[in-house]
C-alpha cells in the first residue's frame, strides 16, 4: 500500500512547511560554530517524491510570495528542480541542500517500508551526508552525537534543529519525541524545533507544552487544515520570530527566563 504522503507532495500543506523550514534550515546553519549542526527529521518521507500537480505547485506559491515574497528561499529550491524536470524535493532533502557546506550530521527515521528502502537508495546515489536512518524515530534516542578529536565541545555549542512531522499529531507522540530531541540540548544550546499537525476539525492547534530547555510554542501559522509551530531554546526565540514574522506566522509573547550570574 502507498505511503498516504504521497498524496500530499507539493500542496498547500508542503508550501507552508517547507517555506518556513528552509528559512529556519538557513538560520541554524550559522550556528554551526564550534559544533556540527545535528537536524533530525522522525518521519523523513523520501528526499525526492513524483511530482503531483506542478500547476497547481506554481499557482500556490506564487499567491504565497505576493503576500511574503520571503518564500523565495523555498520557492528558488524547488523551482530550480521543476525547471531541470528533476523530482520534488522533501523536508529532508530541502534541509540537507541548504546545511550541505557545514559542518554537520543528519538522522532520519521512516515508519514506512517502501519508502524507507526508496529514502536509502536515493541517500546512496547522492554525494551527501546522512549518518542514520531508522525505523522508529524512537529510535533516535540511540544516536550518539559527534564528539572525540574533531569536535571538543561543550553541551551548549551544541546546535540542534528538528522537525516533527507525523500527518496527524498525537501529544503522547510529541512527549516522547521532543524529550529525545531536547535531550540532545542542554539550557544555553542553539535549538529550533518544528512540528506538523494535519486536523480539519480544529482552526487552530492547541499545542503541546514544549520538552525542557525549549520555550513556546513561540510562533504559528494554521490555515485550513494546516498547523504548524515551531519551539526553540532561549538562544533562538527572538532570531526564529524574526524569522517566521517574514512568512506571516503568528508571534507570541515570551517570557525567557535569563541564566543566573
Not at 226 to 253: I, P
Request: overall charge negative; glycine content about 4%; proline content about 5%.
Amino acid at each position: 500500500m502507498a505511503n498516504k504522503q504521497m498524496e500530499n507532495v507539493g500542496n498547500l500543506g508542503d508550501i507552508l512547511k517547507h517555506g518556513a523550514l528552509v528559512r529556519l534550515a538557513k538560520l541554524m546553519s550559522t550556528k554551526a560554530i564550534k559544533a556540527p549542526l545535528l537536524y533530525f527529521d522522525t518521519h523523513a518521507f523520501m528526499l525526492n517524491a513524483p511530482w503531483n500537480n506542478k500547476l497547481k505547485w506554481k499557482q500556490a506559491v506564487n499567491r504565497e510570495l505576493a503576500e511574503h515574497p520571503y518564500y523565495k528561499d523555498y520557492v528558488r529550491l524547488e523551482a530550480d528542480r521543476l525547471d531541470e524536470e528533476e523530482a520534488y524535493r522533501c523536508s529532508a532533502g530541502l534541509v540537507i541542500d541548504v546545511i550541505n557546506d557545514i559542518p554537520h550530521r543528519v538522522y532520519l527515521a521512516e515508519k514506512d517500508d517502501e519508502s524507507r528502502q526508496k529514502l536509502q537508495e536515493q541517500v546512496r546515489s547522492e554525494p551527501i551526508r546522512c549518518d542514520a536512518i531508522v525505523d522508529e524515530a524512537s529510535k533516535l534516542a540511540d544516536i550518539v552525537p559527534p564528539g572525540g578529536d574533531d569536535y571538543e565541545y561543550e553541551k551548549n555549542d551544541v546546535a540542534v534543529f528538528a522537525l516533527i512531522d507525523p500527518f496527524e499529531l498525537e501529544h503522547a507522540e510529541w512527549a516522547e519525541l521532543s524529550s529525545i530531541i531536547s535531550g540532545f540540548t542542554a539550557e544555553d544550546s542553539y535549538g529550533v524545533i518544528q512540528v506538523f499537525d494535519f486536523d480539519v476539525d480544529a482552526d487552530e492547534t492547541q499545542w503541546p507544552e514544549p520538552p525542557e530547555n525549549f520555550y513556546g510554542p513561540v510562533a504559528t501559522l494554521d490555515r485550513g487544515p494546516y498547523h504548524n509551530a515551531v519551539y526553540a531554546t532561549r538562544r533562538m526565540v527572538g532570531q526564529v520570530q524574526e524569522a517566521l514574522d517574514l512568512l506571516g506566522w503568528k508571534l507570541y509573547d515570551i517570557e525567557v527566563q535569563e541564566p543566573e550570574d
